[in-house]
């Protein structure tokens, strides 16, 4: 059974960082990509960061230069270490895995999820 579970989040106050895990198990992940994304409440899931494991890496524009996703060589454990935060950051962020060559910012093109984790930041 394949699974992805997240771990790390909480709340922070605006200015703070965070450092999200996703653990996944089940299968090989070698020919898959991670990626982060987070939903707000009453909105949609948007893409944050993604990590192939060749180590090349893609972000939402709201979170270059604060944010950074990582992934271990060998391993299937993606993190997303998140500094400068602000409110908006707010959000429930999910973990998800898809087959390299799939549509990096479509959540549809994602294979499997995680349950995600939430973080909240007070202003």
């Known amino acids: 059974q394949v699974q992805l579970v997240e771990s790390g989040g909480g709340l922070v106050q605006a200015g703070g960082s965070l450092r999200l895990s996703c653990a996944a198990s089940g299968r090989a992940f070698g020919s898959y990509f991670m990626s982060w994304f987070r939903q707000a409440p009453g909105k949609e899931r948007q893409f944050v960061a993604a990590?192939?494991?060749?180590?090349?890496?893609d972000y939402a524009d709201s979170v270059k230069g604060r944010f950074t996703i990582s992934r271990k060589y060998g391993e299937s454990t993606a993190y997303l270490q998140m500094n400068k935060l602000t409110p908006e950051d707010t959000a429930v962020y999910y973990c998800?895995?898809?087959?390299?060559?799939?549509?990096?910012?479509?959540?549809?093109?994602?294979?499997?999820w995680g349950q995600g984790t939430q973080v909240t930041v007070s202003s």
């Open positions: 998800a895995a898809a087959r390299v060559g799939s549509e990096v910012r479509v959540t549809g093109a994602y294979e499997y």
């Open positions: 990590v192939w494991s060749s180590g090349g890496t």
